[in-house]
């Protein structure tokens, strides 16, 4: 069985940067798509993008595709959100899940707690 804790979130202006971390223990990830995913009460679950095993495939949504960029390190069982010209509307609860946009679908994943990420003077 995977656990994944994620980290790196906070409070951060608009237009800043900040980098999510989720590391995986447990089961071996490093040959599945990996995700990140966000949540808020407004919206509810958002993609965000997703990243291939190998870490040579990458996709990302639309809101928030040329600012975020996803990538992986195997050996560190890592996956990364690195999220540059942050906006309010970015502010969400971000997770990771084991799988890519299709398993996020199917709505059955194994995601981590999360971490916030709130965007704001």
């Known amino acids: 069985q995977v656990q994944l804790v994620e980290s790196g979130g906070g409070l951060v202006q608009p237009g800043g940067s900040l980098r999510l971390s989720c590391v995986a223990s447990?089961?071996?990830?490093?040959?599945?798509?990996m995700s990140w995913v966000r949540q808020t009460d407004e919206k509810g679950l958002e993609w965000v993008a997703d990243i291939s095993g190998d870490g040579d495939s990458t996709s990302y949504a639309d809101s928030v595709k040329g600012r975020f960029t996803i990538s992986r390190d195997n050996a560190k069982k890592t996956l990364y959100l690195q999220m540059s010209s942050l906006k309010a509307e970015d502010t969400a609860l971000y997770f990771c899940?084991?799988?890519?946009?299709?398993?996020?679908?199917?709505?059955?994943?194994?995601r981590g707690q999360g971490t916030q990420v709130t965007v704001s003077t």
């Open positions: 447990g089961s071996s990830v490093s040959m599945y798509y």
């Open positions: 899940i084991r799988g890519g946009s299709i398993t996020f679908e199917s709505g059955v994943y194994v």
